[in-house]
């Protein structure tokens, strides 16, 4: 046993051992992500059941179950449930009711004493809404301009076909609202300023009263052009919204009545319980489409991520961009140019415990440096017409970038200098054998060569950045954001808009949402779309290294 202790293999089991638990925990942590997210996209079937009270009333439901747990009978009663003395454990159901706007609330847990046996009605539908959270009951008849047009049999193929029109009509909507629209009142802002803008150089002596009623004038026949255009847009919305109001679903809730819901606020109606699994399937891609590409509802607790994914990407480029020149060079001075000695140390030591400084410490540091005085500095100098309301001067993606480039400078920096560390000194002194200066040296032989270490710090920054949420909550990520920080305006790319984040989106929609339930699934979603977004970046990274390592070991040997 003590030659065996001796001989390492107890360590080198311990090491594997730690490896193969760590993967496990990796795996599967990885699968209750996967299925706990992505199986909300799966169409539920709906149950229907009647539950008889502890007082006697009948109670009808109608839903999903959404999951079921085993309790001790004495902790309903501690609830405030009635339960019998002779009853010991009690099985609950949370039941997806929805229909928020007739209920009040979309999940009720619902105790299985009392309750009859769940069917599975064919007619049951789901409606999934842009207000109100998702609707279940049973269609009765479809009113066009209050004159019923569809009830029967006729009337589910009809609803399907007047539903794709609504969504049409919703989409040009969309179109023109963030599109033209937005396109014409930025174009109006800009004529706003340049108004602006050209009264202050009046006022302060740089042109002329001449000059300044000369370009009023065109201002002004731009506003008059921009405010026709406008008008125009306006008309084709207002005839696009009279013609999406047309169309109503009347449908039966659990308890009998009937409720009447605009067509334009249906986005799908489906019956899962008459649905094949080929149908199913089909829904399930289409929903998780829908997901990936499509803008939040509901307060982030529907519709899609994709302006917290585009943000997400967005930011990490820029920061990308912004650290790699500068942690490079600093590398590179430090490796060799300074002068080794106590100062150097004392740098390095610093550097070292940079990377270890708390990230919401670089927030607030990137709030008072970069958003009020760097971005103060440049309103009052180049855009003092907008003051006193903030263009660079207040959180944006500029800022959210610098941040986290000066976040994840210490790693580029450091991995780097080991990169340069492990270029032989016989390469640097058969390069200045040949003739070659010191820079030449090291620009065309000794960076090139510690090109993948670079990558390698590179790599390391992207996957701490694209994580990071508490900094990012104050230089730069909101909740919603209007926009987009890329679009057809000029100059295209917007720096100082705020943005979306992935990270930020599941805080919020974990801890922030006024409906835990229904945004469980999401926080799941989310965050395994945030897993596969860093992997894809690091993984691009990774291949561009191991690239420009066989290029460069080609070159070397």
Known sequence: MKNWF?????????????????????????????????????????????????????????????????????VLRDAGVPIDDDIQLVTRHLIKQGNRDVWGRDFVWYPEVGMTEWSYPRDAMRLERREWGDFYGFPVRILEQGRTVAEGDQLWPELQQRIRRANEIFDEIRRIERGEIGNVNHRMERVRLSERRMDLQWREGRITVAERDQGMAALAAQRLELDQEYAVLQERLDAL??????????????????????????????????????????????????????????????????????????????????VT?????????????????????????????????????????????????????????????????PTFGTPGLMWASFTLALLTLPVVIVATEEGLSRIPSTIRHGSLALGATKAETL?????????????????????????????????????????????????????????????????????Q?????????????????????????????????????EKYRGESD
């Open 241 to 322: 919204y009279q013609d999406v109001r047309r169309d109503t679903l009347v449908a039966r809730v659990m308890d009998g009545r009937e409720w009447q819901i605009p067509m334009a606020q249906i986005i799908r109606a489906v019956k899962p319980n008459d649905m094949s699994v080929f149908g199913k399937t089909g829904l399930y891609l289409k929903q998780f489409w829908e997901f990936m590409s499509g803008y939040p509802r509901e307060a982030n607790t529907e519709g899609g991520i994709f302006p917290a994914i585009f943000g997400t990407v967005t930011m990490v480029f820029v920061m990308s961009i912004i």
């Open 6 to 74: 001796k001989s390492g293999s107890p360590w080198i089991w311990l090491n594997a051992g730690a490896i193969a638990i760590s993967m496990i925990m990796v795996v599967g942590l990885l699968a209750l992500i996967l299925v706990r997210g992505f199986s909300h996209f799966w169409p539920s079937p709906i149950l229907m059941t009647d539950l008889t009270t502890h007082d006697g009333r009948q109670v009808h439901i109608v839903g999903e179950l959404s999951r079921s747990q085993v309790l001790p009978a004495q």
């Open 325 to 389: 020149p500068f942690g490079v060079l600093a590398a590179i001075y430090l490796r060799e140019y300074a002068r080794q000695g106590p100062l150097l140390r004392v740098i390095r030591i610093s550097v070292y415990n940079l990377a270890g400084v708390p990230s919401i410490v670089f927030g607030v540091f990137g709030l008072g440096f970069f958003v009020y005085f760097m971005g103060g500095a440049i309103d009052r100098n180049f855009y003092p017409e907008a003051l006193p309301s």
């Open 443 to 511: 620009w065309k032989v000794v960076v090139p060569l510690a090109t993948p270490a670079m990558m390698t710090g590179l790599i390391l920054a992207i996957a701490r950045a694209a994580g990071e949420v508490a900094p990012l909550m104050l230089v730069g990520v909101v909740k919603l954001a209007p926009t987009l920080p890329i679009d057809g305006n000029f100059p295209f790319i917007h720096l100082e808009r705020k943005i979306m984040h992935l990270g930020f989106h599941i805080y919020d929609v974990g801890f």
């Open 513 to 549: 949402s006024p409906n835990v339930e229904a945004a469980q699934p999401l926080v799941y979603a989310t965050a395994l779309t945030l897993v596969a977004l860093i992997v894809m970046l690091n993984l691009t990274a990774i291949s561009i290294r191991n690239h420009l390592r």
